[in-house]
């Protein structure tokens, strides 16, 4: 049985369950990248909200102060939505549009001008998908970010590159270990129901609700005031890194929960 959608595979083995967790997706040379915003402008206050979105709901992002500084990325992780809080001026707007291109952009916002008015016109008119006015309140803004990422996400297409040898994380229910190539982590029972948790559900961000509906089963009594989960992720980061697997990241998303990132290896 294949769970596609988190890239997991489950293998009986003898009476053990195995789950093997593979970076590389089914298709062939085909990988989705780790999306990503690119936010565009000076930091002001507009920028500043914009930052904290994207830190509240768990969304990479990356900073540029102005267009020529896109010019340093690399491209990875891919950058897929655009948000520029200021107009650009008309020696630079075809720079910028071909800048976000080659950063992977597929969805570009403007932030400033009013509707229906004639900047607001042109802005279209050079390619903006989205225009959004200035002076927004922080809820207002939230809601046109979430709006307008998961429209990205929709309508993304998958990354062709060349794909590298994945690595795998093997997870042994009856000895509670981890192993990530040669290296094999010993696990106390709560930590390895979260990284199980973790694994199952990645790329998606686990929830701290139903973390502790999982330790609930093999700690009973637990309720919503515990910090059973936060002492978890702690001892399971702490055995992970004492068990020389650096490949595992677990990375907290403010207010929501807990999501799974693999590191290459070097």
Not at 75 to 80: A, Y
Not at 244 to 258: A, M, P, Q
């Amino acid at each position: 049985m294949t769970l596609a959608d988190s890239n997991v595979s489950f293998i009986e083995h003898g009476r053990s369950n195995v789950f093997r967790f593979s970076e590389r997706s089914t298709a062939t040379g085909v990988r989705r990248g780790k999306p990503g915003v690119a936010i565009v402008g000076a930091i002001d206050a507009t920028c500043n909200h914009l930052i904290d979105v994207c830190q509240h709901q768990g969304i990479y992002f990356r900073i540029f102060p102005n267009v020529s500084s896109l010019e340093s990325y690399t491209g990875q992780p891919v950058l897929s939505l655009a948000i520029v809080v200021e107009h650009p001026s008309d020696e630079t707007k075809r720079y910028l549009m071909s800048s976000l291109r080659q950063c992977g952009v597929q969805r570009t916002v403007l932030v400033g001008p009013s509707v229906g008015t004639i900047p607001y016109l042109i802005a279209l008119e050079d390619g903006f998908d989205e225009v959004w006015p200035d002076a927004l309140s922080a809820q207002t803004l939230k809601a046109l970010v979430n709006k307008s990422w998961q429209t990205t996400l929709r309508f993304a297409k998958p990354v062709v590159e060349p794909v590298s040898a994945a690595h795998e994380i093997v997870l042994r229910p009856e000895a509670c270990s981890c192993a990530v190539g040669s290296s094999i982590a010993y696990l106390s029972r709560s930590c390895f129901v979260v990284l199980q948790c973790l694994v199952l559900k990645h790329p998606e961000v686990v929830s701290r609700t139903d973390l502790l509906v999982a330790l609930g089963k093999v700690v009973p009594g637990l309720d919503d005031r515990s910090r059973a989960v936060d002492m978890a992720i702690y001892r399971l980061r702490r055995q992970l890194s004492g068990a020389g697997i650096r490949e595992i990241e677990i990375r907290t998303v403010d207010h929501i929960g807990y999501g799974l990132e693999l590191e290459a290896r070097h």
